[in-house]
């Protein structure tokens, strides 16, 4: 499944518009992960433990887009947008969306 933030792919051309397609994930943050965050903070650098979290949440979201793309019988999602937002009253839960449009495609 290709993936792209583009409206078109190079050497391909859109021969349906399947619909958007959209996926979501909601990732809570550990306490022990919210301490070394304040460490962190309070110290100054980078929160690893943050990031990996960013990362396999970036990674599950445009799975599930791609496995909902998969169903339409889509052979790519274009224009893709992700979105990150921190949600709850201390930020302790981070939400991952993705959206974008599935289409067919043919080689030329």
């Known amino acids: 499944?290709?993936?792209a933030t583009?409206?078109?792919l190079h050497g391909?051309?859109?021969t349906d518009y399947l619909g958007l397609v959209h996926g979501e994930v909601v990732s809570g943050a550990n306490i022990l992960r919210d301490?070394?965050?304040t460490v962190t903070d309070f110290v100054g650098g980078r929160s690893a433990a943050y990031e990996e979290e960013l990362k396999t949440s970036r990674e599950a979201v445009i799975q599930e887009l791609s496995d909902r793309a998969l169903r339409m019988g889509a052979d790519a999602v274009i224009g893709v947008g992700?979105?990150?937002e921190?949600?709850?009253g201390r930020?302790?839960?981070i939400m991952?969306?993705?959206i974008g449009t599935a289409v067919r495609l043919r080689k030329l």
């Open 1 to 3: 499944m290709l993936i």
């Open 6 to 8: 583009t409206e078109e």
């Open 12 to 14: 391909f051309e859109v």
């Open 35 to 37: 301490m070394m965050a």
């Open 82 to 84: 992700i979105d990150f």
């Open 86 to 88: 921190v949600l709850g």
């Open 91 to 93: 930020g302790a839960m």
């Open 96 to 98: 991952v969306t993705a």
